[in-house]
Structures are given as structure tokens and as C-alpha cells.
């Protein structure tokens, strides 16, 4: 038997380094060639990494959150044969440990990113004080200040279930609480441990330091470096949508049976793909370090999409040359991959301008940051039925806003403002969206 020694390949985009997002195998797994091994996150997607041979996994390279570096080992495997000479092993560099995320005290609020985390079920103050007389047993707490080790899964599995991984006993690798592990404590019939004394107005006094790290890290990396290096202004405008609003639903009772449903996005998108024609100020992606402003004819136009991993923006490529459902239907396959993270990296990358919708959440207004390299983000706030004012009599029309932030290094405020009420015009009069 010889020890084989797995190192990272170069998964393309010119990285020296990847972050371990989630190991596929544990210590002691038995695998298969072509098994997957483990996820790596590139600034763009998460890949995942398979075994080139079959073999036992005598050890794995890191954690998730650290940065392993291109060529440098990530598993050993135990396979038939003389393996990989072991110099190869000792030589190569370890991976790095991601910076932990610091613990806020009383006085001091959370980042931000880590308060965008998913919800994890808070520890009563009763029980962050208890000790543990068996740690294997059901029901009994862990120690103070000790964490449940858990991948996102299986807490927010549990989040839905009301447990709470305190008192949920793990049998991973160094106790790491498993979905098996979820299974066994439901079928025993298991609760976690009430506190009479507990009430709703009782004081919350734990605190759960979460480590900022995979595609959360690289959202918050994301959008520190836009709000850094791009001066953004926001213009925010009404639109009359009632007119739209009535094409959309008789397309909708005409064809939705044959050619689906179509929502407020695929006008949208037509109406931008019109405009930059006359302002192709806003269809820019523009290169600060070399100085360099690219003008786009194509208008690939990024829709942000809320995944449970956290917000990815897939890309519709030529968005000018697409009729209204061929939009619709391309927006639904990328949205449908991005949240089951089968989005292909170049499906995440490449947009010129950026469309960002919290649908009926969309409030009154927003302020959306730019998606670098771009220069234009348009938000869609929800639509709502207000009385307005029409020829002197008051009338009931469906309004919705739209909050759009520019790069004022490469756009102006009055070219904004032009753009925008090109888009409002041809939004407001649904004819005009198809007159070139």
C-alpha cells in the first residue's frame, strides 16, 4: 500500500489560492475514483474537486474556511500500490487558516456580514452555565462556552425543527453533529432542556461568535471593495405601471399556458436594452487599475439572485436579442442553478449592468451597491395601487419605484437621470418597448 497525495489543480481564473468551502469525505472514508472530495470557492462559484484514484482517506489538508494554495496537498490517500514519494508530501505547504471573525462584546454590534448569517437558535442564559456529566448522552448541554460543530445544513436544518445543536450529542469527526445525528435525537423522542424559570421576557445574554467565511466571505470582500473604490450616487424615480401591468396580465391569460408566466423582468430588461442604445455611457464595465472604460454594444444584464449560500448575481448573455419569454425563460433557469449551486462559473460572471429586485419586500426605496466592474445597478421596489392625480381627477394606479446607483467617476447625474426616464418612458407606455 502506498499513500497517494492529492494536490489542489488550478481551477482556472488565474488564482494561486481557494478556499475550502465544504469537505465532500472524512478521515477514514473509503472512496472511489471520480468521487467528489471536497468543494473549493473561487471568487466566482464553488467547484467541486474529485478523486483522480480510489483509496482510503488517511487525512485531509485543512479546514473549511481556510485558503489552499494551487499545487500544494489537500488529501492523502491510502491506495494499491507505491502511491506518491513522500518528500512530495512534507515539502509542500500547508493551507492557511481563514482570520477568525472577532467576538463582539456587550458594548459592540456584530459586523454586518455576520449578522446576515443564517438565524442560529440562541442558548438560554440557564444553559450557557451548565456542565456536562456525559457528553455522549441526549439532552445534556455541552460545556460553557463550547460551540456545536455543525456544517450550514444541518443548523439551519435544525433551525426548522426547533433544536438546538447545544444539546444535540455528535459523532463526527471531533463531535461534529451530523444529519444522522439530527435523525437519532428526533427518534429518541429528545427535547432540549426547558428552563422553568424562563420566560419570553427573560434577558438573551449568549453571544455565538460565526466565522465569517465561504461565499458569505466573499460577498462581504465584494461589496467592501465596491463601497471603497466606487463613488456611487443613487437616483431614485416613480413609474406608472398600470398600463404594463395590464399587457402583462393579458399575455399572461393568452400564452402563459404555452410559453409561461411572464413577471415584471423581462420588460425591465428590454426597456434597458433600448435605452443603452441612446445612453451606452451606463453600459460600461470599467477598469480603475488600468484606467481602461469598456462601452458595450451586448447588454448582459445580471439578476441578483438570493440563494441560501447568499446572493450570486447569474448573468442573461444578450438580453438585446431575446423576445420577452425567451428573457423570462433564461432569468427562471439561471435563478432555478444559482440556488441549487449548479450555476457554471462563466454563468456568474461577464454581466455590464445589474438588475436587483427584493420583490413584494422591495420597500419604498433602496440603494443597491454597483457590481464592480460595472457602472449601473437598477433596484426594483415593489409595486403598490396608490391614488394619483390625472387630468384633475383622482385616480387609483399601480406605481413601483426605481432606485438605481451609478458610478459617478464614469456617469453623470444628468445622464442618469436621462437614462432613467427613457426606461420610465418605455415602462409607462408598453408599446414603446417594442419600437426600437
Same mark, same amino acid.
Request: hydrophobic share 45%; net charge neutral.
Given at each position: !500500500?502506498?499513500?497517494?497525495?492529492?494536490?489542489?489543480?488550478?481551477?482556472?481564473? +488565474?488564482?494561486?489560492? $481557494?478556499?475550502i468551502? #465544504?469537505?465532500?469525505v472524512?478521515?477514514?472514508?473509503? /472512496?472511489?475514483?471520480?468521487?467528489?472530495?471536497?468543494? !473549493?470557492?473561487?471568487?466566482?462559484?464553488a467547484?467541486?474537486?474529485?478523486?483522480p484514484?480510489?483509496?482510503k482517506?488517511?487525512?485531509?489538508?485543512g479546514?473549511?474556511?481556510?485558503?489552499?494554495?494551487? +499545487?500544494?496537498?489537500?488529501v492523502?490517500?491510502?491506495?494499491?500500490?507505491?502511491? @506518491?514519494?513522500?518528500?512530495?508530501?512534507?515539502?509542500?505547504?500547508?493551507?492557511?487558516?481563514a482570520a477568525?471573525?472577532p467576538?463582539?462584546?456587550?458594548?459592540?454590534?456584530?459586523?454586518?456580514?455576520?449578522?446576515?448569517?443564517?438565524?442560529?437558535?440562541?442558548?438560554?442564559?440557564?444553559?450557557?452555565?451548565?456542565?456536562?456529566?456525559?457528553? $455522549?448522552?441526549?439532552?445534556?448541554?455541552?460545556?460553557?462556552?463550547?460551540?456545536?460543530l455543525?456544517?450550514?445544513?444541518?443548523?439551519?436544518?435544525? *433551525?426548522?425543527?426547533?433544536?438546538?445543536?447545544?444539546?444535540v450529542?455528535?459523532?463526527?469527526?471531533?463531535?461534529?453533529?451530523? *444529519?444522522a445525528?439530527?435523525d437519532?435525537?428526533?427518534?429518541?423522542?429528545?427535547?432540549?432542556v426547558?428552563?422553568?424559570?424562563?420566560?419570553?421576557?427573560?434577558?438573551?445574554t449568549s453571544?455565538?461568535?460565526?466565522?465569517?467565511?465561504?461565499?458569505r466571505?466573499? /460577498?462581504?470582500?465584494? =461589496?467592501?471593495?465596491s463601497?471603497?473604490? /466606487?463613488p456611487?450616487? %443613487?437616483?431614485?424615480?416613480e413609474?406608472d405601471?398600470?398600463e404594463?401591468?395590464?399587457?402583462r396580465?393579458k399575455?399572461?391569460?393568452?400564452?402563459?399556458?404555452?410559453?409561461?408566466?411572464?413577471?415584471?423582468?423581462?420588460?425591465l430588461v428590454r %426597456?434597458?436594452a433600448?435605452?443603452?442604445?441612446?445612453?451606452?455611457?451606463?453600459?460600461?464595465?470599467?477598469?480603475?487599475?488600468?484606467?481602461?472604460?469598456?462601452? *458595450?454594444?451586448?447588454?448582459h /444584464? +445580471?439578476?441578483?439572485?438570493?440563494?441560501?449560500?447568499g446572493?450570486?448575481?447569474?448573468?442573461?448573455? *444578450? %438580453?438585446?436579442? !431575446?423576445?420577452?419569454? #425567451?428573457?423570462s425563460?433564461?432569468?427562471?433557469?439561471?435563478?432555478?442553478?444559482?440556488?441549487?449551486?449548479?450555476?457554471?462559473?462563466?454563468?456568474?460572471?461577464?454581466?455590464? !449592468?445589474?438588475?436587483?429586485?427584493? +420583490?413584494?419586500?422591495?420597500?419604498i426605496? @433602496? @440603494?443597491?451597491?454597483i457590481?464592480?466592474?460595472?457602472?449601473?445597478?437598477?433596484?426594483?421596489?415593489?409595486?403598490?395601487e396608490?391614488?394619483?392625480?390625472?387630468?384633475?381627477?383622482?385616480?387609483?394606479?399601480?406605481?413601483?419605484?426605481l432606485?438605481s446607483?451609478?458610478?459617478?467617476? =464614469?456617469?453623470?447625474?444628468?445622464?442618469?437621470?436621462e437614462?432613467?426616464?427613457?426606461?420610465?418612458?418605455?415602462?409607462?407606455?408598453?408599446?414603446?418597448?417594442?419600437?426600437?
Open positions: !500500500m502506498g499513500r497517494f497525495v492529492f494536490k489542489l489543480p488550478d481551477i482556472g481564473e +488565474g488564482i494561486a489560492e $481557494s478556499e468551502a #465544504q469537505w465532500r472524512k478521515v477514514g472514508d473509503v /472512496i472511489a475514483e471520480d468521487q467528489p472530495l471536497v468543494d !473549493m470557492l473561487t471568487d466566482k462559484a467547484v467541486e474537486i474529485y478523486s484514484v480510489s483509496g482517506i488517511l487525512e485531509l489538508r479546514k473549511e474556511g481556510d485558503m489552499a494554495p494551487v +499545487g500544494g496537498p489537500l492523502i490517500i491510502e491506495v494499491e500500490g507505491e502511491g @506518491t514519494p513522500e518528500a512530495d508530501v512534507l515539502a509542500a505547504p500547508a493551507p492557511k487558516m477568525p471573525a467576538v463582539p462584546s456587550a458594548a459592540t454590534p456584530a459586523p454586518a456580514a455576520v449578522a446576515e448569517q443564517e438565524p442560529l437558535k440562541a442558548v438560554p442564559a440557564s444553559v450557557a452555565t451548565a456542565t456536562v456529566v456525559n457528553p $455522549s448522552a441526549p439532552g445534556v448541554p455541552r460545556a460553557a462556552g463550547e460551540k456545536p455543525a456544517s450550514p445544513a444541518v443548523r439551519k436544518r435544525a *433551525h426548522d425543527l426547533g433544536i438546538a445543536l447545544q444539546y450529542p455528535g459523532s463526527g469527526p471531533a463531535g461534529q453533529i451530523t *444529519h445525528d439530527l437519532g435525537f428526533i427518534a429518541r423522542g429528545t427535547a432540549p426547558a428552563n422553568p424559570a424562563s420566560s419570553a421576557l427573560a434577558p438573551r453571544v455565538e461568535p460565526i466565522k465569517v467565511i465561504g461565499m466571505r466573499k /460577498i462581504a470582500e465584494a =461589496m467592501q471593495r463601497k471603497q473604490r /466606487i456611487h450616487f %443613487a437616483y431614485v424615480e413609474v405601471v398600470t404594463l401591468e395590464n399587457l396580465n399575455l399572461n391569460a393568452d400564452y402563459g399556458k404555452e410559453r409561461g408566466k411572464l413577471t415584471l423582468l423581462p420588460f %426597456a434597458l433600448n435605452a443603452i442604445v441612446r445612453y451606452p455611457q451606463v453600459n460600461v464595465t470599467f477598469d480603475d487599475e488600468a484606467g481602461i472604460a469598456y462601452r *458595450h454594444a451586448a447588454l /444584464i +445580471g439578476i441578483a439572485t438570493q440563494t441560501p449560500n446572493l450570486v448575481v447569474p448573468v442573461v448573455r *444578450h %438580453a438585446e436579442a !431575446m423576445d420577452l419569454w #425567451q428573457c425563460a433564461e432569468i427562471r433557469r439561471l435563478a432555478t442553478a444559482a440556488r441549487e449551486g449548479k450555476a457554471k462559473r462563466e454563468e456568474l460572471s461577464g454581466s455590464t !449592468m445589474t438588475i436587483t429586485s427584493l +420583490g413584494a419586500l422591495g420597500g426605496v @433602496t @440603494t443597491p451597491v457590481n464592480a466592474p460595472e457602472v449601473a445597478i437598477v433596484g426594483v421596489n415593489k409595486m403598490v396608490r391614488p394619483m392625480v390625472r387630468a384633475g381627477h383622482v385616480v387609483i394606479r399601480t406605481m413601483m419605484n432606485s446607483c451609478f458610478d459617478h467617476r =464614469m456617469v453623470d447625474g444628468y445622464n442618469a437621470a437614462f432613467i426616464q427613457d426606461v420610465r418612458g418605455q415602462l409607462e407606455h408598453p408599446a414603446t418597448l417594442f419600437v426600437a
